[in-house]
């Protein structure tokens, strides 16, 4: 059975950072599209960012570009998403997925069919 399981999250001072892991079971991460994602309260959700494991390419949204790194240890079947310089408007829940996918060029999966739980980032002072 697939599951991913999003742990790290917590309270974090504007300009802190956070990192956040999403512990795969069931399936490896190889050949397998990964992305993070957020919601904030009232909000739609949102892409944060994704990374096709297959040529190892990752994209970002725009207002997370240069500040956040996603990545993935096959060793550790964990993907991670590495945040600095945290804005009170990155305040959401987080929720990692999975699609099993090889890149062909598009920027990232149309659907992803499997999710964690979410974890919550709060950036506050």
């Known amino acids: 059975q697939l599951q991913l399981v999003d742990t790290g999250g917590g309270l974090v001072q504007p300009g802190g950072s956070l990192r956040l892991s999403c512990a795969a079971s069931g399936f490896t991460l190889d050949s397998y599209a990964i992305g993070w994602f957020r919601q904030a309260p009232g909000k739609e959700r949102e892409l944060v960012s994704c990374m096709w494991t297959s040529d190892g390419v990752r994209n970002y949204a725009r207002s997370v570009k240069g500040r956040f790194t996603i990545s993935v240890d096959n060793a550790k079947n964990t993907v991670y998403l590495e945040m600095s310089s945290l804005k009170p408007e990155d305040t959401a829940v987080y929720y990692c997925?999975?699609?099993?996918?090889?890149?062909?060029?598009?920027?990232?999966?149309?659907?992803?069919?499997?999710w964690g739980q979410g974890t919550q980032v709060t950036v506050s002072s």
């Open positions: 997925a999975a699609q099993r996918a090889y890149h062909s060029g598009s920027y990232c999966p149309v659907e992803f069919g499997s």
